[in-house]
């Protein structure tokens, strides 16, 4: 689904980002010049940052 329409950016791009190291909104934003124009999508990609971190912090618990 596109988080960004104004620069085109879907939750997979997002939490493929995370999977690769991004840990904040900053470093998404500055990734992908994303929430720059109208700021809309700024929420959501807050959520699906927390969300995909908290899966792989899931995922690492399980597998200690």
Request: hydrophobic share 40%.
């Amino acid at each position: 689904m596109y988080v960004c329409l104004c620069r085109g950016i879907t939750d997979q791009d997002i939490k493929e980002a995370v999977a690769n190291g991004a840990d904040s909104y900053r470093e998404i934003r500055d990734m992908f010049d994303l929430g720059t124009c109208c700021g809309r999508c700024a929420p959501e990609t807050r959520a699906i940052i927390s969300d995909e971190i908290a899966q792989i912090a899931s995922r690492l618990a399980v597998a200690a």
